[in-house]
């Protein structure tokens, strides 16, 4: 054991023909602890052997492997059997690492399913870029959507505009937006009980892409991975807000706010994100 290691260094020695009793497996000792995704990025790596063996001998590998690890790499070896036996998803870091990934179906179609949400929306129009101005950067977001026992319900990925690129005055002025009060949510849940009024929850998919940018307001950005402009050098003009924009929670505050109005509800004037509505 080199003391002087600063990652979990795994090595797996197997000859061809040998059976899964003479695979030899090694754990080093590490300097200092490491995340758990990035164990499991080596993991997978490192052991993609193992994936070869039917389940039933691969969970007997696996679980020697946890009985024999020394003391001090028991989370090491369990971070292999779980990932390499439960199948651990691992969560893209960028587009790249959902190209190549052990999940790149489940990605792609994640990735195709908010194009598709860009595409009913409209969210943006190729032009060539402005002399003088400056586009924005975006990027690829991917995570996963689990119910309460840790199952996967749905692979997500996002588009994310980078904000901080966006020129205060030019790209955008305003953005504040008001927040639900927590005591307002409290004498809610408390007339609920009372009262015996039915409750009901709505989510709004994709909710900041349905706002429109301010009139008159132009934000550039560059095209993203995974798309195509029509001519080489063109970029996105943003017709509708978008993940990540400075001013895209206030600009969809103001899009429910008008909407809420105009089907006749009414704003509180003690807390601005409370409508009512008389039958």
Partial sequence: ?????????????????????????????????????????????????????????????????????????????????????????????????????????????????????????????????????????????????????????RYKARLVAQGFSQVPGLDFDMTFSPVLRITTIRVLLHLTCVRNWKTRQLDVPTAFLISEIEEGREIYMRCPEGFTPPEPGMVMLLRKSLYGLRQSSRLYWLHMDAFLKEVGFVRSEVDQCLYTIED
């Avoid at 679980?63 to 790499?73: K, W």
């Avoid at 908010?114 to 129009?125: F, G, H, L, R």
């Fill in 1 to 153: 054991t080199d003391p002087a290691s600063t990652v979990d260094d795994v090595v797996v020695d197997e000859e061809e023909g040998d059976t899964v009793d003479n695979t030899i497996v090694t754990v080093q000792q590490p300097r200092s602890p490491i995340r758990t995704r990035a164990r499991s990025q080596l993991a997978a790596t490192a052991l993609s052997p193992f994936c070869k063996l039917p389940n039933a001998e691969l969970e007997i590998a696996l679980m020697s492997l946890v009985l024999e690890a020394p003391e001090h790499c028991v989370d090491m070896a369990w971070t292999v059997y779980n990932t390499l036996l439960r199948h651990e998803v691992i969560i893209p870091k960028d587009y790249r690492e959902s190209l190549v990934a052990r999940e790149r179906d489940a990605w792609r179609d994640a990735r195709i399913s908010e194009k598709t949400s860009w595409d009913a929306n409209q969210i943006y129009t190729w032009a060539w870029l402005p002399k003088g101005r400056k586009a924005i950067g975006n990027r690829w977001v991917f995570d996963l959507k689990k119910d309460v026992n840790g199952a996967i319900l």
